[in-house]
């Protein structure tokens, strides 16, 4: 894109004040910033005209198509044969959404690259890759291993994987993307400059990882080699299992066309997302979305209503995300505190929210599905997130479930 098409785009949309300091760049600067301009999805902009008016939910209703941990123990053995079966003939592959940092753990380095061991180097990404090679081991094949990064950490995640050898997964196994970017604006819709040469952008959430694995080619690349499931699941719960061959049976036995792993809640009041029906479609409503009757109901059993809690981990068929990506899924717009360079040209950290991000959820990518099956696993074994330094859900809690669990730090 030249300087004048650049131009005349940005007056189009009243975003001119992206070339304020074009003059003072060099060369090599001028075109990276022409670049990342052709690159924004004004569209997006409208948005800011309705604030966060957040899209009104349907009626929420609990959900009917769960296997607890019971039945799972009941019919372990035929779930896992029809999943072992789906590994080895390649049908299954997993994707790690890897795009964050460590700032809330005190580091500045990708949040996969912290080190949780206490008398060796025991990395994030090292326990994930543990679990996912347990899956090798169990069925004598390798998974496809896909890795999202976003524009900050992929150099440094890329880097860390070659330098500690994919500890001991297959490299050519394993492919890294970076995900989609989305501008950062004002209240009043008027995108931020980041640096003199640089827009400000985040990844656009973690509902945008399947357009930005098809545009990065990895979804042919995924089909070519026989694909048909993928397995999506974050970095931060050190614990999780993922292509996990019972998992993957118990979604092809009972037909469905998506499955979350989910852990049923410590107490009604649990901040969790819980998996429901929405309209008669699978959904996930947040904790503060649920009515106090919501959250105390309960069935003949005693049970909770909504008692199972999504843990980020989801499995898919791609023919499924295929068919929806004609679909466009929700855009949320968020109030977020957006570093900026102000009329003057001086890096402003704002200490307050001043402006909008733009994300997808995964969650809504659940409700386009015709069928979500709740896969119950044990909270204790399977779900150690790692969302603080210290406290609920951090580098502590996680460290003793992994000691509880066998795993020498």
Not at 82 to 91: E, L, S
Not at 148 to 172: A, H, I, L, R
Not at 199 to 211: A, D, K, M, Y
């Amino acid at each position: 894109m030249s300087y004048e098409q650049a131009k005349s785009l940005l007056e189009k949309y009243g975003q001119t004040q992206l070339l304020k300091y074009y003059d003072e760049l060099n060369d090599s600067q001028k075109q990276s910033l022409l670049k990342q301009i052709s690159e924004i999805d004004f569209g997006l902009l409208d948005l800011v005209k309705d604030g966060e008016t957040a899209s009104e939910k349907g009626v929420i209703t609990p959900l009917d198509d769960a296997v607890s941990i019971q039945d799972i123990e009941k019919n372990k053995e035929k779930y896992t044969a029809i999943g072992v079966d789906a590994i080895k003939q390649g049908k299954v592959a997993a994707l790690l959404l890897a795009g964050g940092m460590g700032t809330r753990l005190g580091s500045d380095k990708p949040k996969g690259m912290y080190n949780i061991g206490e008398t060796k180097d025991v990395y994030i990404f090292e326990m994930l890759i543990r679990n996912l090679l347990d899956v090798v081991n169990q069925t004598g094949a390798w998974v496809p291993l896909y890795i999202m990064t976003s524009e900050k950490n992929n150099d440094d995640t890329v880097n860390f994987f070659k330098e500690k050898n994919y500890f001991g997964y297959d490299p050519d196994y394993v492919d890294f993307f970076v995900q989609e970017m989305a501008p950062a604006a004002t209240f009043d819709g008027k995108i931020y400059l980041e640096e003199k040469d640089r827009v400000s952008t985040s990844p656009n959430g973690n509902g945008g990882w399947f357009i930005s694995f098809v545009k990065a080619g990895l979804c042919e690349k995924a089909k070519a080699k026989g694909v048909e499931y993928i397995n999506i699941f974050a970095v931060d719960n050190v614990c999780q299992r993922m292509a996990d061959p019972c998992f993957v049976g118990a979604m092809i036995d009972g037909g469905y066309r998506s499955a979350s792993k989910v852990v049923s809640k410590a107490e009604p009041e649990e901040k969790v997302g819980v998996l429901c029906l929405e309209d008669g479609k699978p959904s996930i409503v947040e904790y503060y979305e649920l009515t106090e009757d919501m959250r105390y109901e309960t069935r003949d059993n005693g049970e909770l209503a909504y008692k199972y809690g999504v843990i980020l981990n989801y499995l898919f068929t791609i023919e499924d995300l295929e068919k929806n990506l004609e679909n466009n899924l929700v855009v949320h717009i968020v109030k977020k505190k957006i570093p900026y360079v102000d009329e003057n040209g001086n890096a402003v950290k704002p200490e307050s929210e001043n402006g909008y991000k733009f994300e997808t959820l995964v969650l809504d990518m659940i409700h386009m599905m015709d069928n979500c099956l709740a896969y119950e696993v044990v909270r204790e074994k399977e779900f150690a997130p790692i969302k603080n330094k210290t406290g609920v859900d951090s580098v502590d809690t996680a460290k003793a479930l992994l000691k509880q669990n066998g795993v020498e730090l």
